[in-house]
């Protein structure tokens, strides 16, 4: 069947249109054709029946009067009756009396009577009990042709053969036209999904003409284009969101080398001496693969132009990289830096005028003292023993 599944559906439709049709009509003449040939044989078999009982009433005379003679002068009318090829008399035991044929080319007769009437291929042997008066006087056995019962049925079926050749032609135009109602639909949908395909233009909308199951399958058909279409917008946003990043955004495979990078990641590479197609520099090189093999973030901090960047190494084992991805912590380096010293200059203040200081954590109960509480309240660095 792999050559049908390779046909259009047009041509699917029409030969499944043809093979239901014609084998409709074979099995319809082929039933009516049984009933027809049977029809034939009983025809032909009532009338020969009747032929032979008045054959038979005719010579009842012959052979109560023992007449031979007569009774050959009565078969010999057979003649006058072409379809009946010979007919025989036969006495009350079953021997035959005479018999008259009308051709040379049949059997002879079997010398013995048989009480049934027979079909063969050519010949129709049909036998008549010679009675008068409910008296039997013996059997009257007709051979039949059939050839005129075979060139009818013939007729019958050669007429068949044409009115067949003449149904195909009248099929096959209105299997044509029927299946452009099932099958222009579906191949209009095929033309519209390869014109999406060649301009990726996923805000077309195909027409529906129907509200059958090719309309409600246009329907869908719409709905998942405007899905793709919502999708298509939501990727080409999250592809520009790397790009548009003010910080820096990398990608770099295995082997250490930059898949990706935005424009502000220009600065980094330049400050790593990265040439383009290469692995990384040995130190971020092995730094990428501590971070593939502990399958963790790493973050390092490093210094580039004017401003520090904190890069986080991220790790995506199933594909096979790692995305970097930068911050600038230029002002938060620097308000470290500005708070130390701060810290700094008031501690230097606090030891030259010699103040005290203590705080007090209400979380964990504890006080911390500097060294100068110690000297000024000349309290012990031991916890005073409670009384």
């Given at each position: 069947?792999?050559?049908?599944?390779?046909?259009?559906?047009?041509?699917?439709?029409?030969?499944?249109?043809?093979?239901?049709?014609?084998?409709?009509?074979?099995?319809?003449?082929?039933?009516?054709?049984?009933?027809?040939?049977?029809?034939?044989?009983?025809?032909?078999?009532?009338?020969?029946?009747?032929?032979?009982?008045?054959?038979?009433?005719?010579?009842?005379?012959?052979?109560?009067?023992?007449?031979?003679?007569?009774?050959?002068?009565?078969?010999?009318?057979?003649?006058?009756?072409?379809?009946?090829?010979?007919?025989?008399?036969?006495?009350?035991?079953?021997?035959?009396?005479?018999?008259h044929k009308n051709t040379e080319e049949l059997e002879p007769l079997p010398p013995n009577e048989i009480h049934e009437d027979i079909y063969t291929q050519k010949i129709l042997h049909v036998r008549e009990a010679i009675n008068h008066n409910d008296i039997e006087y013996g059997q009257i056995h007709l051979r039949v042709s059939t050839e005129n019962q075979r060139k009818e049925f013939t007729q019958h079926i050669m007429l068949f053969a044409l009115i067949l050749a003449g149904s195909l032609i009248l099929i096959f135009v209105i299997a044509s036209s029927m299946q452009r109602i099932i099958s222009e639909p579906i191949v209009k949908l095929a033309a519209f999904t390869d014109e999406i395909s060649r301009t990726t233009d996923f805000s077309l909308q195909i027409q529906k003409q129907s509200e059958d199951e090719t309309g409600k399958l246009y329907d869908n058909f719409n709905n998942m284009?405007?899905?793709?279409?919502?999708?298509?917008?939501?990727?080409?946003?999250?592809?520009?969101?790397?790009?548009?990043?003010?910080?820096?955004?990398?990608?770099?495979?295995?082997?250490?080398?930059?898949?990706?990078?935005?424009?502000?990641?220009?600065?980094?590479?330049?400050?790593?001496?990265?040439?383009e197609g290469q692995p990384l520099p040995d130190k971020w090189f092995q730094l990428m693969n501590e971070t593939v093999k502990d399958n963790i973030i790493k973050i390092v901090e490093t210094e580039v132009d004017d401003k520090v960047l904190s890069l986080a190494f991220t790790p995506i084992i199933d594909k096979e990289f790692v995305n970097v991805y930068g911050f600038d912590i230029t002002e938060r380096k620097q308000a470290e830096d500005a708070l130390r010293t701060s810290e700094s200059q008031l501690s230097n203040a606090m030891e030259i005028a010699r103040l005290a200081y203590w705080e007090y954590d209400v979380d964990t109960d504890l006080f911390t003292f500097n060294d100068h509480f110690y000297d000024i309240f000349r309290t012990p660095l031991k916890k005073p023993e409670v009384i």
């Open positions: 069947m792999n050559w049908f599944n390779n046909l259009s559906i047009k041509r699917k439709l029409i030969l499944l249109i043809f093979g239901i049709t014609i084998l409709a009509q074979i099995v319809a003449f082929s039933i009516l054709s049984l009933e027809y040939k049977n029809h034939l044989k009983k025809e032909l078999l009532d009338q020969s029946k009747i032929q032979a009982k008045l054959i038979g009433e005719y010579c009842v005379s012959p052979l109560v009067f023992d007449d031979l003679e007569g009774l050959n002068r009565i078969l010999k009318k057979i003649e006058e009756l072409p379809f009946i090829l010979s007919a025989a008399v036969y006495d009350q035991k079953g021997d035959l009396i005479t018999y284009i405007r899905q793709i279409k919502i999708k298509q917008e939501e990727m080409e946003k999250l592809a520009k969101f790397p790009a548009e990043n003010p910080n820096p955004v990398l990608r770099i495979s295995k082997e250490g080398v930059v898949l990706y990078h935005n424009i502000a990641s220009n600065s980094l590479l330049k400050q790593w001496q990265y040439q």
